[in-house]
C-alpha cells in the first residue's frame, strides 16, 4: 500500500489524499498504487499541496498505519512538551537581544 502525503500551504498541517481531496487523518488515506506520482504532480501543480511524497503503508482494521516510524510519528499531527520548551529571557539577569 502506497500513500500519499504533504503539507497543507495555508497551515503547514500534514495532509493525506483521500481520493478526492485532502484530509488531516490518516486513517482518511488510500491507496494510491502507481498513480501517485501523477497525482502529487497534479496537486503540487495546482498548489493544494507543498511537500509531498510516497510512503509505504499497511492496511489495519483502524484504517492505514505508514510502514516507518517517522511517517507513523508524523501521522499522529504535531506535538508539543512543554517541559522541552525554551525558558523566556530573564532581564534580570542580563539577558539581551540584539
Given at each position: 500500500?502506497?500513500l500519499?502525503t ?9 495532509i493525506w ?6 484530509s ?41 498505519r ?29 539577558n539581551?537581544?540584539?
Open positions: 500500500m502506497r500519499l504533504g503539507n497543507d500551504l495555508k497551515t503547514g498541517a500534514v489524499w483521500t481520493g478526492q481531496d485532502w488531516i487523518h490518516v486513517e482518511d488515506a488510500v491507496d494510491v498504487g502507481d498513480a501517485g506520482e501523477r497525482i502529487l504532480a497534479e496537486e503540487e501543480a495546482a498548489r493544494r499541496v507543498n511537500g509531498g511524497g510516497l510512503i509505504a503503508a499497511e492496511a489495519t482494521a483502524d484504517g492505514p505508514p510502514a516507518h516510524i517517522k511517517d507513523r510519528i508524523r501521522a499522529l499531527g504535531p506535538t508539543v512538551r512543554p517541559d522541552l520548551t525554551l525558558k523566556p529571557a530573564d532581564p534580570d539577569v542580563g539581551w537581544v540584539i
